[in-house]
């Protein structure tokens, strides 16, 4: 059993409730209950197998894989806890005080327990700064026993579905914070290394157990509007382990860095920004992109080349911190809605395409037609309109780097 500021309640194995932390188990599955397994589904008009070819022969390879529109179905999703009225009830402040189960994988930055554990607990975590849990109420299954896998893989799986395997992490620090402005430095850095670790762990874990291609999905959803069902801040990970291919904007971004790689340069290596730089600090570089999915949608790269959020050293995690938290008041300053998501591109474990690692920090606005119809944004507010308003306000304001 993991570390603890106390001892740990165990929750029974024959007690956990259907898809709890992605758990299905003898005992709480019922084939009437195979419509709420977490499945993923492609859509057939928008997606497509990945084919590879035999340079030599011309040969076709088919790897059993796709890419394109796929969906996470998850009915558990819709059980997370919502609170009454407009607040829901911090569950993070009953995980943490050991009053409520949770499968803690880091406490800090250190190993607690498997990231494919069956065993949740009650323990009080408040020595700590930041911990990772598996979710809850995930969008994927984690584990599922041997004797019911088999029916269940017959009740859900077609040519376009399959049952949604996978890893979702929770990260959350102890002290609390609603948001990027007003979390701790320290506590953004903890929350940041706890992560990764979370991460790695998994990644290594996976891959011991067959998986060779881990796609990691790691975002902040800030405010209800963004996605966020907790108000207290809180990263997630989204680890898919269904070894079948990646969605179409990651397509969109792994043929780009390899257009670049074959031109000889990255991208983000070379460019310079010009008058769109927002702010910048030893290893960090954050700019107003030139085309924006929303408006005032920025940018972060690290200023080092690196491929995955857990290659970042100890000074590009805590650069991180700083940047996230400066830009975050920024963009409040200047009225941004305080909905936002945060969403880290890493370069999926077991490629070996070129990648630099870089973030987007995406504000909530409504979209029209033309912008759900296809991968398309029409944007109000020039990139250079943005980068000087932000330059401008966090000159005003004196937001200076909380780096130590």
Not at 36 to 62: F, H, M
Not at 89 to 111: H, K, S, W
Not at 321 to 327: G, M, R, W
Request: include cysteine; hydrophobic fraction near 40%; charged fraction near 25%.
């Amino acid at each position: 059993m993991g570390m603890g500021s106390g001892e740990a309640t165990e929750l029974a194995y024959s007690d956990i409730p259907f898809m709890h932390w992605g758990i299905i188990t003898k005992h709480n599955f019922r084939e009437e209950l195979a419509r709420y397994v977490p499945r993923k589904r492609w859509d057939p008009l928008s997606s497509s197998e990945i084919v590879l070819y035999d340079e030599a022969t011309g040969q076709a390879i088919r790897i059993g894989k796709r890419r394109g529109h796929f969906s996470y179905i998850s009915p558990v999703r819709g059980l997370r806890p919502q609170g009454v009225g407009a607040r829901p009830r911090d569950v993070f402040r009953e995980i943490a005080e050991g009053a409520d189960y949770a499968i803690f994988v880091t406490l800090d930055d250190a190993p607690s327990d498997s990231a494919f554990s069956v065993k949740p607990v009650m323990m009080d975590v408040r020595d700590y700064k930041a911990v990772t849990i598996i979710n809850r109420f995930p969008a994927m299954v984690r584990h599922i026993d041997d004797e019911v896998e088999q029916r269940v893989r017959e009740l859900v799986e077609d040519e376009f579905t399959r049952i949604a395997f996978g890893i979702n992490l929770v990260t959350f620090p102890i002290n609390y914070a609603e948001t990027l402005s007003d979390v701790a430095y320290p506590d953004l850095v903890a929350l940041l290394k706890s992560m990764n670790t979370a991460i790695r762990l998994s990644v290594e874990e996976s891959m011991k157990r067959g998986v060779e291609i881990v796609p990691v999905y790691p975002f902040f959803n800030i405010g209800p509007m963004a996605g966020g069902s907790q108000p207290r801040l809180h990263s997630q990970v989204y680890i898919d382990l269904n070894h079948d291919g990646h969605g179409v904007f990651m397509e969109n971004v792994l043929l780009a860095f390899s257009e670049h790689s074959k031109r000889g340069y990255c991208y983000l290596c070379t460019t310079r920004h010009d008058g769109r730089i927002v702010y910048e600090n030893t290893t960090w570089v954050v700019w107003a992109t030139l085309s924006p999915r929303r408006n005032f949608h920025l940018r972060l790269a690290s200023k080092r080349h690196v491929q995955r959020v857990t290659d970042l050293d100890a000074a590009e995690v805590m650069g991180l911190a700083d940047a996230l938290i400066v830009i975050s008041k920024a963009l409040d300053a200047v009225g941004v809605d305080r909905n936002r998501n945060v969403l880290i591109y890493s370069n999926p474990y077991g490629y070996k395409s070129e990648f630099h690692l870089f973030i987007d920090v995406i504000p909530f606005e409504r979209v029209g037609g033309i912008e759900i119809l296809d991968t398309c944004r029409v944007a109000r507010v020039a990139p250079e309109d943005v980068a000087g308003k932000l330059r401008e306000v966090i000159k005003e304001k004196r937001i200076t780097s909380v780096e130590e």
